[in-house]
């Protein structure tokens, strides 16, 4: 395995990662974070930056603290 190192206002687009490989990394984030990506942002072409992904997770980190969460049914 290959060490990538990118600053957070670094292009995404110079960095090789294909589609598939960004489906693994947001599903990866959403388990971290316990978040949910709109599917229409499944793309790495939705983000210039990781500064721009990280801000994605903080408005989806955000967005679902203001959500109430239902309780269990029984």
Do not use: C, W
């Amino acid at each position: 395995d290959e060490e990538l190192t990118i600053g957070d206002r670094e292009p995404l687009e110079s960095v090789d990662i294909n589609s598939i490989a960004f489906i693994k990394i947001a599903i990866a984030i959403e388990d971290e974070f316990q978040v949910h990506f709109d599917n229409t942002m499944l793309s790495i072409k939705k983000f210039a930056s990781l500064y721009d992904l990280g801000a994605y997770i903080e408005s989806l980190m955000q967005a679902s603290k203001t959500t109430p969460v239902p309780p269990p049914q029984q």
